[in-house]
C-alpha cells in the first residue's frame, strides 16, 4: 500500500490572516499528535502561500504547500499568472493540474492540462492532475472511457524521469462541492480503472486519490473500502479539526488499525 496523502485545497477562501490562524491550528495539533504514516499538504490561494510557507517553516510544522494552478510560461505578459519557478522560490512542492473547476470555468483544456503537467514535473515539483466526470455522462456509463481519454492526454508520452512526480486524482464532478459523495463501490471501480489506465502508460506506481464531498464522517470507508491512497479535500479543509480527522482516518487505515 502506498504511504496516503491527504491534501487539503482551499480554493478561493481564506485571506493570509485567516490562512495563518489554520496553518498555526493544524501545526500545534500535529505537535501533539503527528500522524506518522500519511503525507499532508495544503493548497492555499497564490496570496496566501508566502504566508503559510513562512509558519510552515519557522513553526516547522510537518506538512507541505501547493498551488492550485501555475501557467506553463516562464515568464512574459500573462497578466494574472503565476509560473512554477515563482512558486518554487516559495517553496511550493506541489501544483494541482486540470482541477475540474479550472477546466470547466477558465477554458483549460485536455492540451493545456498536458502542457502545464509537463511545466511542473520538469521544474522538480509534483503534480496532482486531476480527472473526472460530470454527471450526464456517468448516467450514460461513459465515466471509464472519459477518464481513460483524460489519463491519456495528460500522461502519454511522458518522460519517464518525470513519472514518480505525478499523483492522479479522482473527482467526480457531480460529487464536488454538492454534498454528493461517490460510493464506496464506484470510488473502487473507477480507483483500480485508473491504475490499469496508469500501468498501461508506465505510471502503474502512481497513487490515485478520491476528491469529492470528502469529510470526517465518510473518510474511513472511502479509504478502505475504496481502496484510494488518500484524499483531495476541498471544504472539510477549512478547518484544522475536520481536516485532520480525515487525516488521522488515512493514517489509522496505513496502519492497520481499522
Known amino acids: 500500500?502506498?504511504?496516503?496523502?491527504?491534501i487539503g485545497?482551499?480554493?478561493?477562501?481564506?485571506?493570509?490572516?485567516?490562512?495563518?490562524?489554520?496553518?498555526?491550528?493544524?501545526?500545534?495539533?500535529?505537535?501533539?499528535?503527528?500522524?506518522e504514516h500519511?503525507?499532508?499538504?495544503?493548497?492555499?490561494p497564490f496570496v496566501d502561500i508566502r504566508s503559510v510557507t513562512s509558519?510552515?517553516?519557522?513553526?516547522?510544522?510537518?506538512?507541505?504547500?501547493?498551488?492550485?494552478?501555475?501557467?506553463?510560461?516562464?515568464?512574459?505578459?500573462?497578466?494574472?499568472?503565476?509560473?512554477v519557478s515563482m512558486l518554487e522560490r516559495l517553496n511550493v512542492k506541489w501544483v494541482l493540474v486540470g482541477h475540474s473547476e479550472r477546466r470547466a470555468?477558465?477554458?483549460m483544456t485536455d492540451e493545456i492540462v498536458a502542457q502545464?503537467?509537463?511545466?511542473?514535473?520538469?521544474?522538480?515539483?509534483?503534480?496532482?492532475?486531476?480527472?473526472?466526470e460530470e454527471l450526464s455522462i456517468r448516467e450514460t456509463e461513459g465515466h471509464n472511457d472519459f477518464v481513460t481519454t483524460q489519463l491519456h492526454a495528460a500522461l502519454e508520452g511522458l518522460d519517464e524521469r518525470w513519472r514518480p512526480l505525478v499523483t492522479i486524482a479522482y473527482e467526480p464532478v457531480w460529487a464536488i462541492g454538492t454534498g454528493l459523495t461517490a460510493t464506496t463501490e464506484q470510488v473502487r471501480?473507477?480507483?483500480?480503472?485508473?491504475?490499469?489506465?496508469?500501468?498501461?502508460?508506465s505510471l502503474g506506481e502512481a497513487r490515485v486519490l478520491y476528491g469529492g464531498s470528502?469529510?470526517?464522517?465518510?473518510?474511513?470507508?472511502?479509504?478502505?473500502e475504496g481502496r484510494v491512497d488518500g484524499f483531495l479535500v476541498g471544504g472539510a479543509s477549512l478547518k484544522a479539526e475536520s481536516f485532520l480527522t480525515i487525516g488521522q482516518a488515512a493514517n489509522d487505515c496505513y496502519d492497520g488499525k481499522r
Open 9 to 35: 485545497n482551499w480554493k478561493m477562501n481564506l485571506d493570509y490572516v485567516e490562512a495563518v490562524h489554520l496553518i498555526q491550528q493544524i501545526g500545534v495539533v500535529l505537535k501533539n499528535k503527528p500522524l
Open 55 to 83: 509558519v510552515v517553516d519557522s513553526e516547522r510544522v510537518a506538512i507541505e504547500v501547493g498551488a492550485q494552478h501555475a501557467n506553463v510560461h516562464e515568464a512574459g505578459a500573462h497578466t494574472g499568472e503565476v509560473s
Open 1 to 6: 500500500m502506498n504511504r496516503p496523502l491527504v
Open 214 to 224: 470528502v469529510n470526517a464522517e465518510n473518510a474511513t470507508a472511502l479509504m478502505s
Open 38 to 44: 500519511v503525507e499532508l499538504v495544503v493548497v492555499p
Open 105 to 107: 470555468m477558465y477554458a
Open 116 to 132: 502545464t503537467l509537463r511545466t511542473v514535473v520538469r521544474q522538480g515539483l509534483a503534480a496532482v492532475l486531476c480527472v473526472g
Open 189 to 201: 471501480e473507477m480507483t483500480e480503472h485508473i491504475r490499469t489506465v496508469a500501468a498501461s502508460l
